[in-house]
């Protein structure tokens, strides 16, 4: 088990946004505060292959949350107070750039534990979890397996994404992870980045003997807030 050192910085914004827009508003930070990697993961040009220490996040009500992790939220207290008053997106259908002002900020810290239990957790999706299966030729074999084959390839690729977000704080997995996904239903979303028009995602309910904070991202793009949980009682 490990206690994870968090931070979150909401933006109240005058204008709302909507989730497909997460992408302009990570680029939008990408660039204020390009000498940071934590930021944009991407180092000369390249990408760097690694677990997201800085999530971006719309919420509910149309406001932006900056969610650190470990290195991550160190940094966002670090600059809390060097945050534009305004961020800059570019126009749905146009090229045109539009100021929205930041209206308020609040910055939250806490530490949550984090890693395998003896007990069994159950989440919610708040946000569509991209599995594995967004990649055609995965989603073809699949396709060919049996009910109960599925359902252990679906119960892995969870456990797997655990896995990754562990290391990604510096944490390493010794115990089985025992993951149930059999109350997850497909849907496909429209990330609206990195061209893509469409990928295969999951809302639903699992089950798992790990332990997450809420708001934490599993899965691809947790950068872009897909993959978000909620603990539930």
């Not at 931070?7 to 204008?15: N, S």
């Not at 940094?75 to 800059?88: D, H, K, N, T, V």
Request: charged fraction near 20%; include cysteine.
């Amino acid at each position: 088990m490990k206690s994870l050192d968090i931070t979150i910085v909401e933006l109240i914004l005058a204008k709302k946004l909507i989730p497909s827009q997460t992408s302009k508003v990570r680029g939008f930070f990408a660039q204020q505060f390009s000498q940071y990697n934590l930021f944009h993961n991407h180092v000369g040009g390249s990408y760097i292959q690694r677990y997201p220490l800085i999530q971006y996040k719309i919420t509910p009500d149309g406001d932006v949350i900056l969610y650190g992790l470990e290195q991550g939220a160190q940094l966002l207290r670090q600059l809390f107070l060097q945050l534009p008053p305004a961020i800059m997106l570019q126009k749905a259908h146009s090229t045109e750039m539009q100021s929205i002002p930041i209206t308020q900020t609040r910055l939250t810290r806490e530490t949550e534990l984090f890693g395998p239990t003896q007990e069994v957790h159950r989440y919610r999706f708040a946000s569509p979890w991209i599995s594995p299966l967004h990649k055609d030729r995965i989603y073809a074999a699949y396709l060919q397996k049996s009910k109960a084959e599925r359902k252990l390839f679906m119960n892995r690729a969870l456990a797997n994404n655990l896995v990754t977000a562990a290391k990604g704080v510096n944490f390493f997995v010794k115990a089985r992870i025992i993951a149930d996904c059999s109350r997850v239903s497909p849907l496909k979303v429209s990330p609206r980045f990195k061209n893509l028009t469409t990928l295969r995602a999951y809302n639903g309910v699992v089950t798992v003997n790990f332990l997450l904070p809420d708001m934490m991202g599993v899965g691809k793009s947790s950068a872009f807030g897909f993959g978000q949980v909620q603990r539930l009682s």
